[in-house]
């Protein structure tokens, strides 16, 4: 935990932003994989740990605006816990820890919710994205199910939003402590890389090195010489010269904040010419969106600007043609780059993705695209100093997605789809890294993890 004035500050600033009313925070349960108490990984639910820092299952807890109170709801663990699970810290010492001085068990919360609902006082609670906690909520707030999707509280949720989106120093601490341990993990995968090994021999060195430091990952491992695929956790291919690994990668921290950093690398001791020049413009766009950055300028600006680079560098090996605005503007280059460019980090790697993408990544003066490629930005709004943020451009030949355009004949002024045979089977590119916005622009967190075409080869090597 981070010592108790943070949490108390962060109350503190909760309580001014809100004005009035309870607002309501329940933390996560244990997740039973097939029975009751064969349990998923525990994750505390984010912010809960913003708030409350206690990290352990079956917590609820009110701040109580109007009467200025903070209470935290749990029950302690009876002997048969201790005999199966051992003995852990009261949930009264860790809620001292945190600032917290009353601890109540958890059946209380609903006559204290109760109690508030009688007296009229507001409750706010932010979108639950576990089915157990909307049912909880349900219950607590008598509410009918199918309501409790849409009840959740805006100002909340905005206040949330603009507090967690702002890392403090001791925050950014935490996603350097990650990124030391995701570098290892990164120079592990790199390092092993060879012709007849799996996928699963490289993600499972890579996991020796997150489970060696006792943390968790961030996110499942994606780690694959099927690039083109944005989000693949398959791990059963065998690697073969010649072909791409796309390895994106992140450790948390002890205390759940998250890193996020793609490298893509050759199965060969070197990369190919084509996979060279592929490479070369993806690392140009990512260099240059990470130069742009700077407190007022808008993501999306960023984003179309990588863009900008991608297309340029498509046209330069002759698989893009036409004017490069025509090409952005319709769209042309999300064939190749149909993600967007990042998002916010924090305690969760889409850093308060539950609380809703558009307000998280969007302000009154960005509005969200519903083009293919652009609709998946996350982050478009204007930027400013102590956002944490992801750079990720990507080049990705995805030969479904190919065969649809071609037989549409969409954007063919811009696409050659017949000098696009000669990459069918490429794969996908991305290079990704975690950077915080200062006064004076954006920096790149963590250690440097090699990303040049020599520091990639002189590893493989
Ligand atoms: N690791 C998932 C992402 O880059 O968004
Ligand atoms: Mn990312
Ligand atoms: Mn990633």
Known sequence: ?????????????????????????????????????????????????????????????????????TIIFGDEHTIDDIVWMGSVPSIADQASHVGVKTVLPLEKLVGTLGQALSKKQSIHYLPPYRQDNAIKLHKLLDKKLPDIANDWSPSLVKAVISLRAHKTDEEIQQIEKALRITKDMHLAAIGLAKDGLTEAHLTGAAHGVSTTANVALAYPMILTVNGQTLHNHFHGNTLKKGQLVLADLGAESPLHYASDITRTFPVAKTFTNQQKEVYEIVLKSQLLAIDMLKPGVRYRDVHLSACRIITEGLKSLGLMKGDTDEAIKNGAHAMFFPHGLGHMIGLDVHDMEDLGEKLVGYDSKTERSDQFGLKSLRLARELEAGHVLTVEPGIYFIPELIDRWQAENRCAEFIDFEKLKAYRNFGGIRIEDDCVMTQNGGRVLGEPIPKSIAEIEALRN
């Open 1 to 69: 935990m981070f010592k108790s004035d943070t949490y108390i500050q962060r109350r503190k600033d909760l309580v001014k932003h809100l004005g009035s009313g309870i607002a309501l925070f329940l933390g996560n349960d244990e997740s039973p994989m097939n029975y009751k108490d064969n349990t998923y990984h525990f994750r505390q639910d984010s912010s809960f740990l913003y708030f409350f820092g206690v990290d352990r299952p079956g917590l609820g807890a009110i701040i109580d605006v109007d009467s200025d109170q």
